[in-house]
Every structure is written in structure tokens, then in C-alpha cells.
């Protein structure tokens, strides 16, 4: 739930490395990718929620049933969209050449394994998806940092 609240902050970065070259799929994907930051973060209030009022998997998604067009807007529909996000930002960053091509190859991988550990919440998939994702945030994070820039993190040779 609370990892979510840094998620927003970075992909706004990664969303920044293409805003020049992309601005309207960078507004739109990042809008698109904080509901689904925010549809995550509903999935895990539901986690918390069904703990404390012991109440089964099964039996909230058959209450969720009755509020079909509430659950899918906050949950079911939405949940796709960050990992979906994620997947096509870094194809856009590597056909941009924002990043460098092996960094663009990680945010791709995780973001494929973060619904295949989430969904059936395997989790030691869940602890690949998340490190698959952490170690190219924390290498384009620190790029930023270091440069200041946006421009500077673009390698043109990779």
C-alpha cells in the first residue's frame, strides 16, 4: 500500500523521460498508470479489510458481485493498467533510447511478472517482480539525481 505512494512519484519521472518526444502518450499513460497505482492500493485496503473481518476470498469477490460497475472501476478493470503501463513505458523508453536498452529490458520483465506473482500471490515472484522493477528505478532515480536532468540520461549509442 504504501510502496504505491513512491510508485506515483517514479513512474512521473520515467513518464518525464519522454515527455518531449511523446508528450501525449506521456500525459495519458501517466494518468492511465497512477489509476492503476490506485486500483492497487484499493486491492490492498480489500487484503487488509478481509483480515480483519475475517471475511474469505470467495465470499468478497460473491459480495463484489453485486456492485459489479463499482468493484470493476475501483479493482477489476483497473488493476491491469500499472503493470500494463509499466510494460509499454519501457518499450517507449527503449525505442527512444531514454535509458539504456538492458534497464528498459528490466522495467519489461517486471512488469510482465507483477501480475503473474500477484494474481495467484506466489510470493517469491512477487519479491522478483519487485526487485526487477526496484534495480532500474534506483539506476534511472540515481541517473536523475546525479545529472539533473532528463536529457542526459538519453543513450544515444545504446
Excluded at 51 to 73: M, V
Excluded at 93 to 108: G, K, Q, Y
Aim: aromatic share 16%; charged share 10%.
Amino acid at each position: 500500500m504504501f510502496s504505491l505512494i513512491f510508485w506515483i512519484s517514479a513512474i512521473h519521472g520515467l513518464f518525464g523521460l519522454i515527455r518531449e518526444k511523446y508528450p501525449v502518450y506521456a500525459y495519458i499513460g501517466f494518468l492511465l498508470a497512477v489509476y492503476g497505482c490506485i486500483s492497487g492500493a484499493s486491492f490492498g485496503l480489500v487484503g487488509v479489510f478481509s483480515e480483519i473481518f475475517n471475511i474469505s476470498h470467495d465470499q468478497y469477490l460473491a459480495d463484489f458481485a453485486n456492485y459489479p460497475i463499482s468493484t470493476g472501476l475501483i479493482l477489476f478493470w483497473s488493476g491491469p493498467l500499472f503493470p500494463l503501463s509499466l510494460l509499454v513505458l519501457g518499450i517507449v523508453l527503449m525505442l527512444n533510447r531514454s535509458v539504456h536498452w538492458f534497464i528498459c529490458l528490466l522495467i519489461c520483465l517486471g512488469a510482465i511478472a507483477f501480475p503473474l506473482s500477484r494474481i495467484p500471490r506466489i510470493p517469491w515472484i512477487a519479491h522478483l517482480a519487485d526487485l526487477l522493477l526496484l534495480i532500474p528505478m534506483i539506476y534511472i532515480g540515481f541517473g536523475l539525481i546525479k545529472t539533473n536532468s532528463y536529457e542526459s540520461l538519453s543513450t544515444p549509442d545504446s
